[in-house]
């Protein structure tokens, strides 16, 4: 079901409503951007990457900066990135994980 609902399979019949929206044939990634994710259940952290980074990894898809501008990380992209780190570090003091930072 949690498959079905993130995009990742397709019903035979009915649908799936979100937000008075069907999205029974939504690819992943547009159901993603409308803020419904999985997760599994294996929560380690990237290896060599901190608290910090593997947030900001989470945010990635809430990023609208495009590939070039992103590449050259100028302007739109640079205070894109600033915002969402922003944004993580507020969720880092709310989760007091300061210390693990």
Do not use: C
């Not at 979100?18 to 159901?31: G, H, L, Q, R």
């Not at 994710?37 to 901190?50: E, K, P, S, Y």
């Not at 915002?83 to 007091?96: A, K, M, P």
């Amino acid at each position: 079901m949690l498959n079905m609902i993130s995009g990742f399979y397709h019903p035979d019949e009915g649908s799936i409503v979100f937000e008075d929206k069907d999205i029974s044939n939504t690819p992943p990634a547009k159901i993603a951007e409308m803020g419904v994710a999985r997760t599994f259940q294996n929560i380690a952290l990237f290896r060599g990457m901190t608290v910090l980074e593997n947030m900001m990894l989470g945010r990635h898809v809430l990023m609208k900066t495009g590939v070039l501008s992103a590449f050259l990380y100028w302007g739109p992209a640079q205070r894109e990135e600033v915002r969402h780190r922003e944004r993580v570090e507020e969720i880092i003091d709310f989760l007091n994980l300061t210390d693990l930072r």
